[in-house]
């Protein structure tokens, strides 16, 4: 299949790739589908040109390594006088209420969430927050360890950072990259309880989540709408 693009302001098309090579240590189903690359990575920088007055969530803290962390953040965001804080503040500029601190809380929990729905099947709780695309891999993924009587043990013990790594708008289509850092437990385990692969042992993993949303759109959900491993 082909990359996504964005056409005709008709919302953001994000194609899935075939699942690609991965790193040997990802081998269960979650880490194969989270492990796929499925969606548009970084983006070219816009033409230069004036960030205009600074948005809420960029000012207020001290720069730390080039990355501006406001007063009580829990995770950095990017410096807006960097490349990667122009291109956010465009997307600042045509939204409002889009507040970089505030939309990595927001895509953290996201995170768990759909970690969590997809090791345990639940398929209604992943139907909100997946693009259609990711949705379906994410079912066919479920329904082939459903027919293989096997299931998921996942436990996410910490997530130790979650940092914005690239933006993109074209249009009224946003699209952020978040480069999630956890520690997490996976197994996948057959009808009697005995571990199939995966260990109990906790695991430092890296995701790069492509989250989307249709500024002005009157849902206000940024939908998963790629992923791959870091």
């Known amino acids: 299949m082909q990359t996504s693009v964005f056409q005709n302001g008709s919302g953001l098309q994000i194609g899935l790739v075939v699942f690609g090579a991965v790193a040997v240590f990802l081998v269960l189903r979650l880490r194969s589908v989270l492990g796929k690359r499925v969606g548009f ?119 130790l950072s979650a940092v914005i790594e690239d933006a993109e708008l074209m249009g009224n289509n946003a699209a952020v990259i978040v480069r999630f850092t956890s520690d997490q437990i996976n197994t996948v385990l057959d009808a009697a309880g005995n571990s199939v692969t995966g260990t109990e042992a906790v695991t430092e993993l890296v995701d790069l989540w492509t989250f989307e949303h249709v500024l002005g759109s009157k849902d206000p959900i940024w939908r998963l709408a790629a992923a791959r491993s870091g």
């Open 41 to 159: 990575e970084r983006p070219p920088a816009p033409p230069g040109g004036s960030l205009g007055p600074f948005a809420p969530g960029f000012a207020g803290g001290p720069v730390i390594e080039g990355q501006a962390l406001p007063a009580g953040a829990a995770r950095p965001v990017p410096d807006p006088r960097s490349a990667l804080g122009e291109r956010l503040m465009r997307i600042v500029n045509a939204d409002p209420n889009f507040d970089p601190p505030k939309f990595l809380e927001t895509a953290e929990q996201s995170f768990r969430k759909i970690v969590t729905a997809f090791a345990g099947g639940d398929r209604g709780a992943l139907k909100g927050l997946l693009s259609d695309g990711v949705y379906q891999t994410f079912d066919s993924a479920i329904s082939a360890r459903e027919a293989a009587n096997e299931r998921h043990r996942t436990e996410i013990k910490a997530i």
